[in-house]
């Protein structure tokens, strides 16, 4: 069989994780000095959490080899470049819906597909100011409307910070 990775695998180099800013070379030891840059603080910071929220999300790794680990939402956003997708644990109400922006353009009030009714919770957002950006209003918590999005049968909306990613999970009930 062959081996696949799916989006959200884990890729960081060297240095990475404190921010340094050259990428890291072979023959020199990593920038330790730039552990006291502010900023590298918030990297170190934001790979603590995401370190602890990979951990703590079963639909991260569980199906981790399996083509239902990943359920394409939205591909084709080519206007506003956004892309969708969820992350699939074993249960079939364990998932995260990740929503990607790859420009610096928040969008507000941006609709995008759901496979259940009920509300969703903001879980992560990359440009959050504790992380180095410059996001720092509350948690989105979204309600479900029953509106055909794509190949799903509801939506939320929410605001998308620019340059980010976006996790959402379902509210427990």
């Not at 989006?7 to 070379?25: D, I």
């Not at 603080?41 to 603590?48: L, Q, T």
């Not at 909306?157 to 980010?164: A, I, K, N, Y």
Request: proline share 3%; aromatic share 12%; hydrophobic share 40%.
């Amino acid at each position: 069989t062959m081996l696949m990775t799916y989006p959200g695998k884990k890729l960081l180099f060297m240095g990475s994780e404190f921010g340094q800013y050259l990428e890291w070379r072979f023959n020199e030891g990593l920038e330790w000095s730039e552990l006291q840059d502010p900023l590298n603080n918030k990297m170190r910071r934001f790979d603590r959490v995401l370190n602890q929220f990979y951990l703590d999300e079963p639909s991260l790794w569980q199906l981790e080899q399996k083509e239902t680990a990943l359920k394409v939402i939205d591909a084709d956003n080519k206007d506003e470049s956004v892309l969708s997708f969820i992350r699939q644990g074993k249960r079939r109400k364990d998932f995260l819906v990740i929503i990607l922006n790859f420009t610096p353009v928040e969008r507000k009030k941006f609709a995008i597909g759901v496979p259940y009714s009920g509300e969703y919770k903001e879980v992560l957002n990359t440009a959050r100011v504790e992380f180095g950006g410059h996001w720092n209003q509350a948690a989105q918590i979204c309600t479900t409307v029953k509106k055909q999005f794509k190949n799903m049968e509801y939506q939320v909306e929410l605001d998308v910070t620019g340059f980010s990613a976006l996790i959402l999970k379902p509210k427990e009930v």
